[in-house]
């Protein structure tokens, strides 16, 4: 099993950057490909960046390309989501998620993909 801790979340202004970590604990961590999603009050969870273990190949929502960037450090057993030119649609609680992938090649964009889940930190962006 491994489990998920994020932290970094907190308040920021628009046009600011903030970055999340999300450390993993129990099995290796080398093998699951990872993934941020977030959920804004009232809204579903959405899918905003993942990236594979091996390749390191990403993919990003649309909504942001340009300005947020995943990346992860097998060897600290940690992926971050590098925040910038933040937005107030941006607040939500984000979600590190993980699933384990023997390929090392695929990014998992869907949420039914990931079986395993942090508890979540909260990210607000005043205007």
């Known amino acids: 099993q491994v489990q998920l801790v994020e932290s970094g979340g907190g308040l920021v202004q628009a046009g600011g950057s903030l970055r999340l970590s999300c450390a993993a604990s129990?099995?290796?961590?080398?093998?699951?490909?990872t993934g941020w999603f977030r959920q804004a009050a009232g809204k579903e969870r959405d899918f905003v960046a993942g990236i594979s273990w091996r390749s390191g190949s990403t993919i990003y929502a649309d909504s942001v390309k340009g300005r947020f960037s995943i990346s992860r450090d097998n060897a600290k057993n940690t992926v971050y989501l590098q925040m910038n030119s933040t937005k107030p649609e941006d607040t939500a609680v984000y979600y590190c998620?993980?699933?384990?992938?023997?390929?090392?090649?695929?990014?998992?964009?869907?949420?039914?993909?990931?079986?395993?889940w942090g508890q979540g930190t909260q990210v607000t962006v005043s205007s």
């Open positions: 998620a993980a699933v384990i992938d023997y390929s090392g090649y695929y990014v998992y964009t869907r949420e039914y993909s990931y079986t395993h």
């Open positions: 129990g099995r290796t961590f080398s093998t699951y490909a």
